[in-house]
């Protein structure tokens, strides 16, 4: 049986770790019939990008990197697409994986669609309804490029019939007539994996930090929407520190360097504060291990990141959602995510009614576990199909 070729193109850190769950679901069960290669944009350059980086994770290294590095929406973009028109045309695969909603999945998809080789997105049909997001766009357009669309919740899917999407498409799938899926999230399937290694491989993180097993929150801030907008970042922040010390609960912050330099250049006195207060950790960025293991073993997450959010869910900790909308709604709907926005009443609010409330319930939203097996499979069955 001759080998499905597939290219993963990824643009940054959390889609390496995307994509390594299709890698490794391909290295375990399909090593036989299919075969990949990974093409880093170079979207974001984040010094976590090393041989450590690869090793530790058990995560396959990119195979080109066309090293674009970050510019304005336009330019950038435009740079990934005549990169990646370039080595898809040479490749020649059957098919192109595109995960998320970043500028490298929009490239990926024009530059693959319009030389008709198949798109095939993983987390489509997620929607914020604010397209003045630059995600948002980027969402809505790769999906409407794509050939499969495997989408990670019940309220993403619907989404896609919403837009038009149909459900009982036949095979042979194509751009005009695709197959839309409800999958589940291969970031639960990592979560399962990587949370096994953070505990062999960064047990004593803790102790250096100083923190008791659930008995920490973890807070991370990285959108624009709150470190472009000087004012809202210094409530938040002001906010979290005020409940640091009145409930006397130590804060974890890992900052992200966008957060850092806002801090250090125009916020320096807060800053000052946050790093003096007894109840606040203000670290570095942290490593996907150490991040797993803040998280299993926090008591409770704030943060304005997608995909904590959802790690958040995985290992059943409460959220406050430091935005005004979420992707991931079906969090919000179960009540163990509240979306707080930069409202120092809400924030306050709700942080209390979280540490004082023990019953939550944390359904299975994002599948069992093996999604990418299901996904790897789809895409086998549909080439067989052609």
């Known amino acids: 049986?001759?080998?499905?070729?597939?290219?993963?193109?990824?643009?940054?850190?959390?889609?390496?770790?995307?994509?390594?769950?299709?890698?490794?679901?391909?290295?375990?069960?399909?090593?036989?019939?299919?075969?990949?290669?990974?093409?880093?944009?170079?979207?974001?350059?984040?010094?976590?990008?090393?041989?450590?980086?690869?090793?530790?994770?058990?995560?396959?290294?990119?195979?080109?990197?066309?090293?674009?590095?970050?510019?304005?929406?336009?330019?950038?973009?435009?740079?990934?697409?005549?990169?990646?028109?370039?080595?898809?045309?040479?490749?020649?695969?059957?098919?192109?994986?595109?995960?998320?909603?970043?500028?490298?999945t929009l490239a990926g998809a024009i530059a693959s669609a319009k030389l008709h080789f198949p798109v095939i997105h993983i987390e489509a049909g997620l929607r914020s309804f604010n397209k003045t997001m630059p995600e948002e766009l980027n969402r809505i357009m790769s999906d409407h490029s794509s050939t499969l669309l495997f989408a990670p919740t019940n309220s993403a899917f619907k989404n896609l019939v919403r837009e038009g999407f149909r459900p009982e498409n036949s095979p042979p799938y194509s751009i005009d007539n695709p197959k839309i899926y409800l999958t589940g999230d291969i970031m639960f399937d990592n979560a399962l994996f990587f949370a096994e290694l953070a505990e062999k491989k960064k047990f004593s993180f803790l102790e250096s930090l100083s923190v008791e097993r659930d008995n920490f929150i973890l807070v991370t801030i990285h959108r624009e929407i709150n470190t472009d907008d000087i004012s809202r970042l210094e409530v938040i922040l002001k906010t979290l520190k005020s409940i640091a010390e009145t409930n006397g609960m130590t804060f974890v912050m890992p900052l992200h360097p966008r957060t850092s330099i806002i801090l250090k250049n125009k916020l320096n006195s807060l800053f000052g504060e946050l790093i003096s207060c007894k109840q606040i950790r203000i670290i570095p960025p942290v490593s996907y291990l150490e991040m797993i293991l803040l998280e299993k073993t926090s008591r409770m997450i704030i943060t304005d990141s997608g995909g904590v959010q959802k790690e958040s869910h995985f290992f059943r900790k409460p959220c406050l959602v430091l935005r005004a909308e979420t992707e991931w709604v079906e969090l919000v709907s179960n009540g163990t995510a509240v979306l707080v926005d930069a409202d120092p009443v809400k924030i306050r609010s709700e942080f209390d009614r979280f540490l004082n409330c023990s019953n939550f319930n944390y359904p299975g939203f994002y599948g069992d576990g093996r999604t990418a097996e299901f996904i790897l499979n789809e895409i086998l069955m549909m080439f067989e199909c052609s």
Do not use: W
């Open 1 to 104: 049986m001759p080998y499905l070729k597939l290219i993963n193109i990824v643009g940054a850190r959390p889609q390496f770790i995307k994509a390594s769950a299709i890698s490794r679901a391909i290295r375990l069960h399909f090593s036989d019939r299919i075969t990949e290669k990974i093409l880093h944009t170079g979207q974001h350059y984040d010094k976590e990008l090393s041989d450590v980086f690869f090793d530790e994770l058990e995560i396959h290294k990119p195979d080109y990197n066309l090293g674009v590095g970050s510019s304005k929406h336009g330019r950038q973009t435009s740079m990934m697409i005549a990169g990646i028109e370039e080595i898809v045309l040479d490749e020649k695969p059957d098919c192109v994986l595109l995960y998320g909603d970043t500028n490298s």
